[in-house]
């Protein structure tokens, strides 16, 4: 009996029903058409960040994003790469930016903010100018809204800016590998890549040879700038985190408590943080997340198992430091007395006096 033929991929399709294939059509018409529409409505978008410098060297530098997704760097002074280089983003990362721009309003901002203000006394300036759907705006950070700094810095992000102000992974790497030392260029480059939270580069230094601990207390500072990536990577690089012999401000897992998030704290956790750690001066986490209504970081310290009826030397419980935090920022920070006014709710509900 002679064999069937066997088919091709595209002669496949055709055995399909003809319903199916054109419902793929459809789909596949409507995808090709959304990514089309994506980069007609983006064509003119470009934005253009200027990095924050004033009277005390900082890194001077520009970047700029165009529509087709291509980025633009200039680096002027500070910075690791001077002089232009050219970086590519996806067309859809171009789109989420540009969206965000939309829902800022930033386009809508009256005045352009001039720097002198600021600059007069010494406070870095930097600048933003976007053009989108036909319109242009161009301000100054100085004395701007936070969605302004806030559209600034993800600009940079989404750039991988990081690369040139510091240093390219890769490069760093190669020279490394060809007499490079670590130690002669600590504790800037550190900073540098916390401040970027440039989880990379710090495990790269990390792995040859930087200091992690001693005068310059890297965790603190990423925890600080709320760099998640930073503090994972110094964690898992060996930073010293525990802190028996550390006040509360110095002692990584309770500073984290104090001001970060339950993301950044969950770090410690994991690592084997004992939710009950208390500092050299009798802090605990719990006792400095409820003073400051941190309720998410409250919330993941009980279930974890930490005791609400711990004090401090001073006889205060978390409940207590609560209440007391409620009443001091009552008038200066209703926003942080209603937060605290949950805390204090959360802990009643589970046994704390």
Same mark, same amino acid.
């Given at each position: 009996? $002679?064999?069937?033929?066997?088919?091709?991929?595209? +002669?496949?399709?055709?055995?399909?029903?003809? $319903?199916?294939?054109v419902v793929i059509s459809v789909v596949a018409g409507a995808a090709t058409s959304s990514l089309a529409d994506d980069r007609s409505?983006?064509?003119?978008?470009?934005?253009?960040?200027?990095?924050?410098?004033?009277?005390?060297?900082?890194?001077?530098?520009?970047?700029?994003?165009?529509?087709?997704?291509?980025?633009?760097?200039?680096?002027?002074?500070?910075?690791?790469?001077?002089?232009?280089?050219?970086?590519?983003?996806?067309?859809?990362?171009?789109?989420?930016?540009?969206?965000?721009?939309?829902?800022?309003?930033?386009?809508?901002?009256?005045?352009?903010?001039?720097?002198?203000?600021?600059?007069?006394?010494?406070?870095?300036?930097?600048? =933003?100018?976007?053009?989108?759907?036909?319109?242009?705006?161009?301000?100054?950070?100085?004395?701007?809204?936070?969605?302004?700094?806030?559209?600034?810095?993800?600009?940079?992000?989404?750039?991988?800016?990081?690369? !040139?102000?510091?240093?390219?992974?890769?490069?760093?790497?190669?020279?490394?590998?060809?007499? !490079?030392?670590?130690?002669?260029?600590?504790?800037q480059i550190m900073d540098g890549a916390i401040d970027w939270d440039a989880d990379e580069i710090i495990d790269i230094l990390a792995?040859?040879?930087?200091?992690?601990?001693?005068?310059?207390?890297?965790?603190?500072?990423?925890?600080?700038?709320?760099?998640?990536?930073?503090?994972?990577?110094?964690?898992?690089?060996?930073?010293?985190?525990?802190?028996?012999?550390?006040?509360?401000?110095?002692?990584?897992?309770?500073?984290?408590?104090?001001?970060?998030?339950?993301?950044?704290?969950?770090?410690?956790?994991?690592?084997?943080?004992?939710?009950?750690?208390? +500092?050299?001066?009798?802090?605990?986490? =719990?006792? +400095?997340?409820?003073?400051?209504?941190?309720?998410?970081?409250?919330?993941? =310290?009980?279930?974890?198992?930490?005791?609400?009826?711990?004090?401090?030397?001073?006889?205060?419980?978390?409940?207590?430091?609560?209440?007391?935090?409620?009443?001091?920022?009552?008038?200066?920070?209703?926003?942080?007395?209603?937060?605290?006014?949950?805390?204090?709710?959360?802990?009643?509900?589970?046994?704390?006096?």
């Open positions: 009996m $002679a064999l069937m033929p066997s088919h091709s991929f595209s +002669s496949r399709s055709a055995l399909l029903p003809t $319903a199916l294939v409505n983006l064509r003119s978008f470009e934005i253009e960040a200027s990095s924050p410098t004033g009277f005390f060297p900082s890194p001077a530098y520009k970047v700029t994003i165009r529509g087709d997704g291509t980025v633009l760097y200039r680096g002027y002074e500070n910075v690791h790469v001077k002089g232009n280089r050219r970086g590519k983003v996806t067309i859809q990362q171009v789109a989420a930016l540009a969206e965000h721009v939309r829902t800022s309003s930033f386009l809508d901002l009256t005045g352009d903010f001039p720097g002198e203000p600021c600059s007069s006394i010494d406070q870095p300036v930097g600048g =933003l100018r976007i053009r989108l759907d036909g319109r242009e705006k161009a301000v100054t950070t100085c004395k701007s809204p936070m969605f302004v700094y806030q559209l600034l810095n993800e600009t940079f992000q989404l750039a991988r800016a990081w690369r !040139w102000v510091v240093y390219d992974p890769k490069q760093l790497r190669h020279d490394i590998a060809h007499g !490079w030392r670590v130690a002669d260029h600590m504790p792995r040859h040879g930087a200091a992690l601990n001693g005068d310059t207390d890297f965790l603190i500072r990423a925890i600080s700038d709320g760099h998640v990536n930073a503090v994972r990577t110094l964690l898992q690089s060996g930073a010293d985190w525990k802190c028996e012999s550390r006040d509360a401000d110095h002692c990584p897992p309770i500073f984290a408590a104090a001001v970060s998030t339950a993301a950044m704290l969950r770090l410690f956790l994991d690592v084997g943080t004992n939710p009950n750690l208390v +500092s050299s001066e009798g802090e605990t986490m =719990l006792i +400095s997340a409820a003073y400051l209504g941190n309720a998410d970081t409250v919330k993941l =310290l009980v279930d974890s198992g930490a005791k609400v009826n711990m004090r401090d030397p001073q006889g205060e419980t978390a409940l207590a430091r609560a209440l007391r935090g409620e009443r001091e920022y009552a008038k200066v920070s209703p926003e942080i007395a209603g937060r605290i006014q949950s805390v204090i709710e959360y802990l009643r509900s589970h046994g704390a006096e």
